[in-house]
Every structure is written in structure tokens, then in C-alpha cells.
């Protein structure tokens, strides 16, 4: 069914059904052309490519297409608080507007749903980590009656990196299947028979990336057959896609699974002591093997024959469990289930042994946490194996979608990534008044970003700044030794609520923030998009330098290797695009709503400095620049005065 843009476009002008129902509703021309765009896409069954400024309202501008086509359609969103956000708020609330009821479905990845079996093994052998896990387990335990999706999200009590999820949730090596005991009230399986039945199916990329690939490799699919894929937040695409098309292991999928085996012995095949034994020996093997690593949380490529020899005393452990699991696989599905996992840790293995990643076409690396670790076998490039695993979905259209998707007015950093050739593309500026609401300023005098004191003189540039708006300031830093440094800093001062990512949850530190004007979040990583703070709870944002990558990804070097090998200028091509892409999230979380007011305060002497610098400044929004201290001292002032 063709729908004219006509209709759309009644949906979105200033005598539209939203503005009725929305007080201060204006019809932005951006948010239509938008509109438009994905109509015409949908129309004409074509792929398409839009990044849409902050303010645009792209959610409404491509759910109003989507649904009035009535075909299939699958929303994929960045993240799970994104997920339930479109499904819970956006989703119901244009279906009321529009008048239309199509069926709908939520559906996330395994690890988000209780799995009773798994829960009632674990009240049953009462082996928890800690105190925590197991005050957890009997929240989850209380709480299993009362819900009817079983999807942890719900249980708020609950944080989100709690011990006891891999206690009670199943995941694709120990699930039991069809065999489970609790397949009748299963809450991951009432979830995918929803999405089955959706009309509208809202997922998030990690899910969509694993369906992509199981159907590529032919072990099934968790989503329905689709007319239309709409990808919000689509410049996490590729970061997710690499996870999936790569082959790791790791120290707690070890132990998970020795205790599988071990519990096997104990409780079902009690007449094979060497499960156990074996068991025992591989979980020793892993802990020995984590010693051999570096202390300190890291990523390095896999190049140190020194390291050759404990691997191969990991492997010889886990192909002697293998064996005597093999002999035992048909006793009990959790056998079964076992074995299956132990043949995909050796090809693992094998492939660190090998060498395979010689081929330059994948990385072999290892990352290393507190007590564990975890082995990677990544492509260096998804391209390729993204468009062939949506070789079933050629006929759909695909419209994917960010606020953060163009280098310089130019996508090409995007399409290359995954391989889209001759997609549509369409670049809509923000529907904000950046150049009257927001400034942006680059201190002088600062230290290169490479001197060691230039965090410090960072705290000392911009403490005017707070000071004269007394807190209501983001600090964002490019690495957590940075951001220590800053905090020590500015807590020295003794004149603000600091409030200091890790020393409480994400939720938490937005809410004290929100609610104490006297507050300055100094954050890194997650905090730079995603975080919507409006109004005058924050005018100021400083980012302390451009955010170019660590140099310790091994990913990212092994391309910029393979880009120098090629001929190619991968500062240019590969490290500037990155950087441009997260600066423009970093400078997106002043200016939230058609009144937000404040300045974006970068203080990176690389900006003004470097000739690539121009590349950052012509990728951002179009604010007032300044240097001049009292400008923007002047400008904060008369924010403050209208409040």
C-alpha cells in the first residue's frame, strides 16, 4: 500500500492530531522532510541513510510512516533503556494520536528474561558468589510470581550489574530447550512468540546482530520475516557487529561450565567420577592461566610466546574434560548442552594456536579483568559479512537513523563500514537555534592534551566558569585516569557537589544532579550520549580533550595497520571520523529543548591549532564561537538572569 505524503504530512503540521493533543506542539520542517524521506523509502522498497539533528523528533517522523504502511516492521534501538523508552512512551503514545492499533512486541536478548530452571538450580545447590547474590536471588525469587514477562528490567530494586544474573537467566550454551522442565511457562519463549505475532517489533542491536548471524549460519531465527528494518542510534551498528561475527572466550564460561559438569556428576551420572575431576582441573587450569596475564585491566594483541605454553596447558585441560564429557553427552540434556559449548572453546583455542589471525583478515587478542579474562578472534572488517548475512532481507527497506552518523557533511565513514553502496543518504540540521541558544569556547593558554598537567589546568580554566553558575556543569573526560585527576581537582576547591562516575549508579548521579543545583558530574564513557538533562539544571558542558580513540584497542590498530599496508592515511580515514563522531555526542547533551541555553567548553588546543581540527568544527552544530573568557562568562550570566 502506497501512502502519499500528504497524509504524513497532516500528521505533523501545526493543525495535525499532535499538536491537538500536545500543548506548544510546532511543526518542524525538518521533522517532515524526515517524514517524507522514510515514506518515499518504504514506497519505493530502497534503503536509507539520515542523520537527524537533536530536536529533529526523528522517532515520530519514522513511526508515522512505518506504521501507516501497515507492513512488518522491526525497530532497532541502541540500547535496552532506549528499547523500553520507544516501546513504553513513544510507541503508545503516536498509536493514540494515530488512532491505529497494530499488535506490538517487545522482545530483548535471553539474558534480560528469568529462567525458573536456572533459578530453582541455584536456591537448590545455594553456590552464590557473595552476600549480594544471594539477597538478589531471593528478591528474584519473591518477585517471579507477581510478573507476567519475567523480564528483569521490571524489577527496579534490581541494579543492572548485579552477581546473580548468570544464576537465573539461561544463555545459548546452557539453555535446555524444548527439554526444560519449565517450557511451559517459559518467559523467553512467550516473548518470542509475541514477536512472532507483532505487527511492530521493537529489538535492540545485540539482538538484531544475533539473528542476522544465526540465520547467516543457519542454526534458525528469532525474528519474523520483515518488509521493514528501521535502525535508531545507527552509528552503534558496526561496534556491535564486530562482537558478533568474532569468536571469544572467556574465564567465567569456563567456570560456568565446569560447575555445570560438576553439578551433573553430583546429581545425575554419579557413577563417572572423572567429570568432576576433570571439571575441577580445567577451573583450576583457568585460574592459573589469568595469572600469566597482566594484573591490571587490559587489551593487547596476541603476539607473546611467552603466553604460548599456559595456553596450551588451558587446551590439553579442556580436551580432556572434552573427551570424557563426549563419552557422557547423551545421558542429560545439560551434558549435551556442555559438550557443544567445549567443541566451540577449542576452535577458539586452536585459532589463538595456530596462528589463523596471520591471514590479516582477523585479530587474535586478549582483554583481562580483576579475576578473569577473556580471549577475542575478531574480523578486522564487517563490511562484507553484515551484507551478506542481510542477504534474506534484500527486498526490505532499511532506514537507519542517528543524530551522529556524518564526517564533514559526508557519510562515507559510516557506509564503508558495513558496506552499503549507493544507499540513499540525507543530512537534516538540528531544529534548534544553536547559534542564539549555545556557544562554544576554547580556553586559551591551556597545555598541550599530552602534558601531564593538563587536566589540572583544564579544573583551572573552566572553574570561573562553574563558579559564575554555581555547579549545573557536565565535565567529560577521555579516560578514567583523567577524570580521577579532574575530581581530585575540583573537590580541592570545596565549593560543589561533585558527582563522580562509579561512585554510584548512572541513574543515581542524574537524579542527585537534577536535583541540586550546586553539582558538577565529571563522567566519561557512557555519559557522553544517551543523557538527556533540560532546562537550567545544566548550561555548561566541558569536554576536556577531542576523543580520539585509546591507542590500546587491538581492533583498531590492526585496521589502522592494514589501512597503512593498503596506502592509505588511516588518521584521516579511520581516527578523525571516530573522534569527529563522538565529539558531536559529547557536544549533544547541552542543548536538549527549544529553550536549553548553555556552552559547549572544549578545551583541546588541537581544535584551533591542528588544520584537521576545521573537520570537528565544521561537523558540529552551528554555535557562536568564542575565546574570549568574558563573552562567555557574560553569556552565562544573562542564562542565570532568566532563570
Known sequence: MTIKDSKILSFLGDQGPIAEARTGFKARKEQQNMAVAVNQAINSRENLLIEAGT????????LIPALLSEQQVVISTGTKNLQDQLFKRDLPSI????????????????NNYLCEYRLESSLASGRLPDPVAVKHLNLINRWREKTLSGDLGELSPLPEDSPVYPYVTSNADNCLGQDCPFIEKCFLAGARERARKAKVLVVNHHLLLADLVLKDDGFGELLP?????????AHHLASTAYQFYGDSISSRQITELCREVELEYRTQVTDCRDLMLDAQRLAKQAKEFRLCLPEVDIKEEWTSARLLEPLNELSNKINRLFDV??????????????FERLITMRHVISQFQEERASEQSRINWYETMKSGFRLHSTPIDVASLFQQSRGRYQNSSWIMTSATLSVNQNFDHFTQSLGWNKIKTVCLASSFDYYNQSMLYVPRNLPSSRSITHTESVIDAI??????????????????????TGAKSLRATEQFDCLVQGEASKADLLSRFENNENSVLLATGSFWEGVDVVGQNLVLVVIDKLPFAPPDDPVLNAKINQSRQNGR???????????????????????????????????????????????????LPDMRRTRDLALVTEFLTDIMADD
Not at 488512532?99 to 522482545?107: G, Q, R
Not at 520475516?225 to 542510534?233: G, H, K, R, S, Y
Not at 578523525?576 to 547541552?590: E, H, M, N, T
Open 55 to 62: 530536536g529533529v523528533g526523528k522517532t515520530f517522523a519514522y
Open 95 to 110: 498509536l493514540k494520536l494515530m488512532d491505529v492499533n497494530p499488535v506490538i512486541a517487545l522482545l530483548k536478548g535471553r
Open 225 to 233: 520475516d520483515t518488509d521493514i528494518f528501521i535502525i535508531d542510534e
Open 325 to 338: 564429557v563426549k563419552v557422557n553427552s547423551t545421558r542429560t540434556k545439560v551434558l549435551e548442552s556442555c
Open 463 to 484: 572553574l570561573p566558569l562553574i563558579q559564575s553558575i554555581q555547579g549545573r556543569t557536565f565535565i567529560l573526560f577521555t579516560s578514567h585516569r583523567a577524570l580521577k
Open 569 to 619: 592515511n588511516p588518521f584521516f580515514e579511520l581516527q578523525i571520523p571516530d573522534a569527529v563522531l563522538s565529539l558531536k555526542q559529547g557536544c549533544g547533551r547541552l542543548i536538549r529543548s527549544v529553550t536549553d541555553k548553555g556552552v559547549v567548553c572544549l578545551c583541546d588546543p588541537r581544535i584551533v591549532g591542528k588544520q584537521y581540527g576545521e573537520i570537528f568544527i565544521n561537523s
